[in-house]
């Protein structure tokens, strides 16, 4: 219970302090949002690592989601920008369904290698077909309505962080009663005994494709909301490198509970702000030494650590 209530608290105080920056400093909305939105994509990521698989190419989902955006957004520009989020999250559950029948057959480096060879093939097309896509230039998303309304960038921005940050409660209170449903522990049960759970009757590639579906959905709205935010669309959003963040900031917020991807999100972003402010020739230097001092601190991640040192205190309480 006091660990329950620990993350609560965690959650509220975290949500009044993005409203609070974002509303008295109107230059951090877009870190903010961008900051939600990589945990919301790490949340996906958090479920395959919870199967004990790791996938080195979710971020095609958040690419085909912003795409659909842009694509949808100049063909009707009338078009509200709740339906063209909707829909990006359609075209990455539909791409989800299609590449899972796939993957789900592999396990280990060879479902994380696939997942990147895929993305890889996106990331080269879009590139590619410059009359369609813009190529490495991408495509730009001219501001839509929200909810049937016309607003400036600055009122723009406030409705779109206070969206996102409802959005990412309550997607991290769906993902964390999935962790704890019966196909969250079937899910888990791929990474600790896949024999065992064949053996109950259960299918263990229906299991990890239900759950590679789930988390091509939820990278694909922050895909969406990313594509929204920025106004801007590029292939960079489906990069390697970008699938590497999301597994960075897994790895760092750690896999025990869903906040977990938020606490590294949010690391990971005032790293990269500070980094690149004060430090800008080795921002990358920088992120790698927090990520080892994580991995040697703490193996299990923040929330980890976090939820060891909250029992450890509840014990020596009682």
Not at 156 to 171: D, H, K, N, Q, R
Not at 250 to 279: D, P, Q, R, T, W
């Amino acid at each position: 219970m006091a660990r329950l209530y620990d993350i609560r608290v965690m959650t509220v105080l975290g949500s009044l302090l993005c409203l609070i920056l974002g509303l008295a400093f109107p230059w951090s909305k877009t870190p903010i949002i961008v900051g939600l939105c990589f945990g919301i994509a790490t949340l996906g990521v958090a479920a395959m690592v919870r199967a004990g698989q790791v996938s080195f190419g979710h971020a095609m989902y958040a690419c085909i989601a912003g795409y659909t955006v842009a694509f949808l957004a100049r063909a009707w520009p009338q078009l509200d920008g709740l339906l063209l989020i909707l829909a990006g999250v359609g075209a990455s559950l539909l791409a989800g369904a299609i590449v899972g029948v796939f993957v789900v057959r592999y396990r280990g480096i060879f479902f994380g290698m696939l997942n990147l060879a895929i993305s890889m093939v996106l990331f080269s097309v879009i590139g590619k077909f410059y009359t369609l896509t813009g190529g490495t230039d991408g495509l730009r998303i001219n501001r839509p309505t929200l909810l049937g309304f016309e607003f400036e960038r600055a009122g723009f921005e406030t409705v779109l962080l206070i969206g996102t940050l409802a959005a990412a409660i309550g997607l991290g209170f769906l993902v964390q009663r999935y962790f704890q449903s019966a196909s969250g522990e079937a899910l888990a049960g791929i990474k600790t005994n896949e024999t065992r759970l064949e053996y109950l009757g259960l299918s263990a590639r229906r299991v990890l494709w239900n759950g590679y579906f789930f988390s091509a959905g939820l990278v694909g709205l922050s895909g969406a909301l990313f594509a929204m935010v920025q106004g801007l669309v590029t292939p960079d959003m489906g990069s390697w490198l970008r699938s590497g963040e999301f597994v960075f900031i897994a790895i760092l917020g750690g896999s025990g509970h869903a906040i977990g991807a938020f606490l590294g999100a949010a690391v990971f972003e005032l790293v990269k702000l500070f980094a690149a402010a004060y430090m800008t020739g080795v921002w990358q230097l920088l992120l790698g030494v927090t990520l080892i001092f994580v991995i040697l601190v703490a193996p299990e991640g923040i929330i980890g650590l976090l939820m060891k040192k909250s029992a450890l205190a509840t014990r020596r309480g009682g």
